[in-house]
């Protein structure tokens, strides 16, 4: 069989390769649990995540794959409630690539690191032919406190479904600037340290987190329903989209349940800390559209949306391309 | 200003663009370190590396991508005076890469890993365009033992400088592979688990450790020349290197100070604990031909090669392009 594009996508094909190849033969229990970062024994306990970025055109509307890098990996950890701590970098670079970018790049990382607390400490660099493009690895190391235990596989009956802000945008930034559209949509590419922190500060339960990004809210939330054993019901009405991100994707026929994120993230959380969990979401940096979305129901492992007008279809996790190289 | 190959070289280009572009936007000190692994204090003290590979080809006599990534990254931690722990892996396919082939590289890491004692924790999958190449990064953690401090820097007057094999065998391997040259080189591509827990255990001073990979002994010896502050010598009779590759690199005009391995480190330990340092690494698995090969003197930053006809010169560090894409 030969990779495809849709091998990328974060929907099913990507997680049928990594069933059938790499946790096959890697056989670590930590990989099959799917999480973004693996929480680890070590000294105290730590978390460990990679991404690698390949985001086409590398300056989108709102970032670059130098804030998108650091913002992912720091996110991810974030979502297994670990506190991030240090990342590397591990650059590959195609011949012809320009050191102004790559400047530009760093700055972006560093100044994004900043604003996540977190510090950059190691890195490589590798140079393939090509025609300039840069692609970036990060991974993450963050410390998991004490009596943390966030995972999908902790969601339970009546718990509310939490959404931190807006879907679609970076999708819509990138998407854009690539078909050369002119629009004001900019990415949503931001790290959610401080809403994330202000959870855990006001004592919200958090069962599971999760970013939204490739693949989409509908792709992730059918990993909650199938890891917890659970039905997830979403009320489509109370979904954040923006009037913007509706308009393109009335217009170029694209969902926004399956639309890749980069500063969004859904959460699990006990029914009667719902409410204040959106406030503290709300009231911290690039959290003010948070919304409670749905809410976490006995029955199959699916995601059901129940729609304006009365009617409920299930929904499932994205097949096939996806939007290939948004990250 | 564009990049070039001789960017990815691991010679004076790359320190080159890392120092004016990575290390002076990320800032952080330990950076400046140019050490293979960061170390850091957490919960006890962990080290953290991180490596892109970008072989051509990935199945080459010896090895392939997935035991190359492998090693490389425990290697680097090993070098730190770390105890390798977990591994991350962000693959990069190009569209059309044969999932078979996939299959085998995730065998060999696996199969490697075990063999190094590491476990594979975490993963990612990206997919771009391009005509069925593999990329791999694979970032690592280790926990650093009290009292352990091992660092280019701490080379001192009267240290023994050791090699711990023959030089040359991975550069060799490749480069017959790609230019269709009948031979019998393979790589050397392993893990130095076992020699480096032999030194160890034995009580062996280490000062400092580097497993001699892109850019070659020259340029390894150079950094530690330039971060102690102190001249390096060599004895280029004792430099082992094979019959085969003697004769590859007579024929092709290359230097063994220069060609990149996967299997071997240098290191510089105490002068009286020289002997037992290399009879712990000829006593362990891929060290059957260590030897000592110089030691550290007073003088200038500088490499110095002594002839067996008596002439003394001095060795820079890689300059250009070395062998593009050989890890």
């Known amino acids: 069989m030969k990779i495809t594009m849709a091998h990328g996508s974060g929907g099913k094909s990507t997680s049928d390769l990594i069933g059938t190849i790499f946790e096959k033969e890697f056989g670590d229990p930590v990989l099959s649990k799917m999480e973004d970062s693996a ?3 070590g000294a105290g306990r730590i978390a460990l995540t990679t991404d690698s970025f390949v985001v086409t055109p590398v300056f989108f ?21 670990a506190v991030p701590k240090y990342l590397t970098c591990g650059f590959i670079l195609e011949e012809g690539a320009e050191t102004d970018d790559l ?23 590798k140079v393939v032919e090509g025609s300039g493009g840069v692609y970036i690895n990060t991974a993450g190391v963050g410390f998991v406190p004490d009596g943390i235990d966030i995972g999908a596989e902790n969601c339970r009956e009546g718990d509310a479904i939490l959404i931190s802000g807006n879907l679609g945008d970076h999708h819509a930034a990138v998407m854009s600037r690539r078909m050369g559209i002119e629009n004001t949509i900019v990415s949503d590419c931001a790290p959610l340290v401080e809403m994330v ?3 855990k500060q006001s004592g919200v339960h958090i069962h599971a987190m999760r970013d939204v990004t490739r693949g989409g809210l509908g792709t992730v939330l059918n990993e909650f329903a199938s890891s917890s054993g659970c039905t997830i019901e979403l009320e ?9 991100v509706r308009g393109f994707c009335g217009v170029l026929g694209l969902d926004p349940l399956y639309m890749g994120n980069e500063g969004k993230m859904v959460a699990a959380v006990a029914a009667e800390d719902a409410e204040r969990a959106v406030a503290c979401i709300r009231a911290s940096r690039y959290g003010e ?12 492992r699916i995601l059901l949306l129940k729609t304006p007008i009365g009617g409920t279809r299930v929904v499932g996790p994205l097949y096939g391309e996806g939007l290939p190289r948004i990250c």
Chains 1, 2 share one sequence.
Do not use: F, W, Y
């Open 61 to 81: 509307p709102g970032g670059d794959i130098g804030r998108l890098c650091v913002c992912g990996t720091v996110n991810d950890l974030l979502m297994s409630g």
């Open 103 to 125: 400047r530009k790049i760093a700055r972006s990382m560093s100044e994004t690191a900043k604003e996540a607390g977190v510090r950059i400490v190691a890195g490589d660099t």
């Open 236 to 244: 489509e009405e109370s979904l954040p989209v923006s009037e913007q």
């Open 289 to 300: 559209n948070a919304a409670v979305i749905g809410h976490v129901a006995t029955g199959e």
């Open 197 to 199: 922190n202000a959870m």
């Open 39 to 41: 929480v680890l024994p």
